[in-house]
């Protein structure tokens, strides 16, 4: 099946039929010693805002306009990244990604919205993000008590297209595709490919050394699948939604966590082991230098709920 619009004036998309924030602790203080926040050209017209101690984004500058990927978590975090894009061009926004619900992801939409931008997402994205709004706002108010942000600035605003398997799309004659290989760390997972560029951004199911969120994820096995996937694909550079710029073996190395992981915590599920036993136990201490290990204890209480219910924490309704 095949559907065309034209959108924002100057792109036509075609519909083709086929990590999480790092989140400050609740008290507001901060965990990891802060990095640079860096902007890298990784082709021609294709910057790569990376953001270690929250969300990274990205952002194709053509003749027609601007294509962004992601808008944070706070409109005042949205400013920033348009002042960021406005460093590079002055074309128009014209179309915003949001790859999944997180809300460091998406928060910042009511920026693009003024600016113009058509939003585009997976349809279980939508879904998400439509259901579990407050989940998300409530998850973020240390962050917001910390950066001393109003949660009332945050609006919800959902995508205005949505596609099911794959949407292929051309801005100022340059290709981007978004494809979904099924859930992984969330429903609704989209990667952006540029075949052209050999660049994928990936959202939330890849980030470099760093330890992801299992809450919302209904299948670990899926996950990793998709992981190998991505590194069998014709790609020189993987961005991810947290991390820096990460190569193949990254993205294998990811797989191998997540797999020694999930076979971890079946394991001492099936010793029934606590999840205070599991944590305090640190079967997974190899993996400390990775990013985000302090909140290692929060990851075996999700996972521990999702192998003792059968549901993840935060699911599709």
């Not at 890849?206 to 996937?229: A, D």
């Not at 069998?232 to 993987?238: F, L």
Request: hydrophobic share 40%; charged share 20%.
């Amino acid at each position: 099946m095949k559907r065309s619009f034209l959108g924002a004036l100057l792109c036509v998309l075609s519909l083709v039929g086929m990590h999480t924030y790092a989140q400050a602790p609740a008290d507001g203080s901060v965990q990891e010693k802060p990095v640079p926040i860096t902007v890298t050209e990784v082709a021609p017209g294709l910057f790569f805002q990376y953001h270690h101690q929250e969300s990274n984004n990205a952002w194709l500058v053509t003749d027609e306009g601007v294509l962004v990927i992601d808008s944070r978590q706070h409109p005042k975090r949205a400013e920033e990244l348009l002042a960021a894009i406005r460093k590079t061009t002055d074309k128009p926004i014209r179309y915003v990604i949001n790859t999944h619900a997180h809300g460091d992801h998406y928060f910042g939409n009511a920026v693009f919205r003024r600016e113009g931008a058509v939003f585009l997402a997976h349809r279980d994205t939508a879904v998400m993000m439509k259901t579990h709004h407050g989940v998300e706002m409530k998850r973020r108010q240390g962050y917001f008590k910390q950066q001393k942000f109003d949660p009332a600035e945050v609006r919800l605003i959902l995508p205005d297209v949505t596609y099911d398997e794959k949407l292929t799309g051309t801005l100022g004659g340059r290709v981007f595709e978004l494809i979904y290989l099924g859930a992984g760390q969330n429903p609704g997972d989209t990667l952006v490919y540029f075949p052209k560029e050999r660049v994928l951004f990936s959202g939330g199911p890849f980030s470099k050394n760093s330890w992801p969120n299992p809450q919302f994820t209904p299948s670990m096995s899926n996950w990793v699948s998709m992981l190998r996937q991505m590194a069998a694909m014709n790609v020189d550079k993987y961005l991810g939604g947290h991390g820096d710029i990460g190569a193949r073996q990254d993205v294998l190395n990811e797989a191998q966590m997540l797999s020694d992981f999930d076979a971890g915590m079946r394991a001492a599920v099936k010793k029934s082991m606590s999840r205070e036993e599991i944590y305090k136990s640190a079967p997974f201490a190899k993996y400390k230098d990775v990013r985000n290990y302090y909140r290692m204890n929060l990851f075996i209480n999700s996972y521990h709920h999702f192998l003792t219910t059968g549901k993840p924490e935060v699911a599709m309704p």
